[in-house]
């Protein structure tokens, strides 16, 4: 694993994983602007923290057969998308910690937890898959494991994000009160 997330932090793959990300994000956002114009909503369900039931019955009615058949094409790029950010974020997280000359276990450790992230939007997606080509009728078991997956996702990534935006900043102060800030 140590193997692994050392070559994920190279400069050059983490550009590439940022670019490979930012331009799936794109195709998200353009899917669902295609799906807003189509349903007059932009409401998804791997948008919201969590959703019962009711709320998932009314976000894909709402959506109408059009709208539900653009947001199985965005789960089509969703099931990208995770991956693609979810490396990303651990191979940053990874070498902010390496510079700091963090333990390298308890770097890699650290670093899982966007992986966890990925997984927890894969499962996400796939129950999200069986509840549109499923719907109209919508299976509550579906509905509650997709919407704690969603929570899940959301969680680990608010972590994901903290961690990182905590070392990157520790990294500028640490650069500019030794003045090799660049």
Aim: charged share 15%; glycine share 4%; net charge positive.
């Amino acid at each position: 694993m140590i193997r692994f997330l050392k070559k994920l932090a190279h400069k050059r793959v983490l550009f590439a994983l940022f670019i490979i990300t930012f331009l799936l994000e794109l195709c998200l956002i353009y899917i669902t602007h295609q799906i807003e114009l189509v349903s007059g909503s932009r409401t998804l369900l791997d948008t919201q923290l969590t959703y019962t039931a009711q709320e998932a019955y009314q976000i894909l009615d709402r959506m109408g057969a059009e709208g539900r058949s653009l947001y199985l094409k965005g789960l089509a790029v969703d099931m990208i998308f995770p991956l693609a950010y979810s490396l990303f974020l651990a191979g940053m997280v990874f070498r902010l910690l390496w510079n700091r000359h963090f333990p390298l276990k308890h770097s890699a450790l650290i670093s899982t937890i966007p992986l966890f992230t990925g997984v927890f939007d894969y499962l996400e997606n796939i129950f999200e898959i069986q509840l549109v080509t499923q719907f109209p009728p919508l299976a509550e078991p579906l509905i509650y494991w997709s919407s704690r997956f969603t929570l899940l996702k959301w969680i680990t990534l608010s972590v994901s994000v903290t961690v990182l935006l905590f070392l990157w900043i520790s990294q500028i102060i640490r650069d500019l009160k030794r003045g090799t800030f660049n």
